[in-house]
């Protein structure tokens, strides 16, 4: 089963001119590639899956069984569009989406009622990737927390699409790839969802597990 998660192009750009890789998205397909599915990450600002001046999905994205996206509100707009184009140009494909946009329930309704998205999974996903993939799931998903953090995978950068050819923000930065040490936070801020999505108690990664990581990561040729 081919599956392709997909961040798609922000509008607004929180970074500035820095681009972070889709360390959510490259954690699942990490986890996919060692269930034995055959999964690409496709980051738009190292190339564009859709053209919004056609309405077209590149072809490399229809061949997929399964195409996820990651949806936050300065690429929410662009993500709708992508999805009305890919279910016009193959309507049996198999769509998910996730992030912090659809954590709002009329948003995550919304995703599902029109514009046709099989499963919406808020917050964490890991626990249930493998069966939303499969189609054990459907509809609006809530996850649930990895309690322990140690048991994530090692991100393998090496999925995301062009990564081996290295883009513009990877040759100005230095291959610098994200790693994350802890999940949670105590704050609940209203203008963030990091405490919706990750609860409010904190989990951290042991320092082995940490140690681990950037050691694998270094000797890849990435900067951490």
Avoid: W
Avoid at 31 to 52: A, I
Wanted: overall charge negative.
């Amino acid at each position: 089963m081919k599956v392709s998660l997909i961040m798609p192009r922000l509008e607004v750009n929180p970074y500035g001119n820095f681009n972070v890789m889709p360390l959510g998205l490259v954690i699942l397909a990490t986890e996919l590639k060692t269930e034995g599915y055959d999964v690409r990450v496709y980051d738009e600002l190292r190339g564009d899956v859709f053209n919004s001046k056609t309405r077209e999905v590149k072809n490399e994205i229809l061949e997929s069984d399964v195409v996820g996206v990651s949806v936050i509100s300065p690429n929410a707009n662009r993500t709708e569009d992508f999805l009305r184009a890919l279910k016009r140009q193959k309507p049996e494909i198999r769509t998910l989406a996730g992030g912090p946009h659809v954590l709002d329930r009329e948003e995550a309704e919304r995703f599902v009622e029109d514009l046709g998205v099989n499963v919406v999974v808020r917050k964490e996903a890991e626990n249930v990737i493998v069966p939303v993939v499969e189609g054990g799931l459907e509809g609006i998903v809530d996850g649930t927390h990895v309690e322990d953090l140690d048991t994530l995978p090692i991100p393998d950068f090496s999925l995301v699409h062009g990564y081996d050819r290295k883009s513009i923000y990877d040759r100005i930065f230095g291959g610098v790839v994200p790693i994350a040490t802890a999940r949670g936070c105590p704050r609940g801020c209203f203008f963030c969802g990091v405490s919706e999505k990750d609860g409010r108690a904190v989990r951290v990664m042991s320092a082995g597990k940490v140690e681990e990581i950037i050691r694998k990561l270094h000797s890849q040729g990435s900067r951490i």
